[in-house]
Structure formats: C-alpha cells, structure tokens
C-alpha cells in the first residue's frame, strides 16, 4: 500500500497588495477566485505556471531554502492574473499583481 506523503510549508505572515485587497473589497468573485487561488497554493497547486517553475516550487518546499512563486489565471477574466509569492525565508506570503512586482 502506499503511502502518499503530504507536502506542506510555512507561509509566514499572509499579506495582500492594496490593489489585490481592494479588489477583492469590490468584487465579490474576484474574492472568491483569490481565497480560492490561495487554497491550491496551500495545496501545492501552482495554478499556470510552466513544469520546471512547478519543479522548482517543489523543491523549495522539500527544502525550505528557496522563495514559492504561483500564478493563477481566471478563464472568464483574462486582467484576474494572481500571483502568489512566498519568501525565501518563509516570513511572509503575499498576493499580489503581476504588474504590483
């Protein structure tokens, strides 16, 4: 039988750009889409990103030594691109625009 092992890592603390916060103030399904967005990056789903960044995201989750960039994409709004970053150093998560980097 086997066992599937479970990958996790520290967020740090959980921030959001203003213009992401502002945003999902507004915008009840652009809301829904961050929080949702964020629960696959908490589940190591690193939403439209391409296979070696998805290796990388994998390997610093392995090894806590390197930063966990996501990016998350709405199929009905092309302008609703979330990134998802997380430190190095595991003291904070942020999302955010890509154009807010």
Same mark, same amino acid.
């Given at each position: 039988?086997?066992?599937?092992?479970k990958?996790?890592?520290t967020?740090?603390?959980?921030?959001a750009?203003r213009?992401v916060? &502002?945003?999902? $103030?507004? =915008?009840s399904?652009?809301?829904?889409f961050a929080q949702s967005?964020?629960?696959?990056y %908490?589940?190591?789903d690193?939403g439209d990103?391409?296979?070696? &960044?998805?290796? $990388?995201? =994998?390997?610093?989750v392995a090894?806590g030594?390197?930063?966990?960039l996501a990016?998350? %994409?709405h199929?009905?709004?092309?302008d609703?691109?979330?990134?998802?970053?997380?430190?190095w150093d595991?003291?904070?998560t942020t999302l955010?625009?890509?154009?807010e980097?």
């Amino acid at each position: 039988e086997a066992v599937i092992m479970k990958k996790s890592f520290t967020i740090g603390q959980l921030v959001a750009t203003r213009g992401v916060h &502002d945003l999902m $103030q507004e =915008d009840s399904s652009f809301s829904y889409f961050a929080q949702s967005a964020f629960l696959r990056y %908490r589940r190591c789903d690193w939403g439209d990103i391409c296979e070696s &960044d998805k290796a $990388q995201n =994998d390997s610093a989750v392995a090894n806590g030594d390197d930063r966990i960039l996501a990016e998350y %994409r709405h199929p009905d709004h092309p302008d609703w691109r979330l990134w998802i970053i997380t430190e190095w150093d595991r003291s904070a998560t942020t999302l955010l625009f890509p154009s807010e980097y």
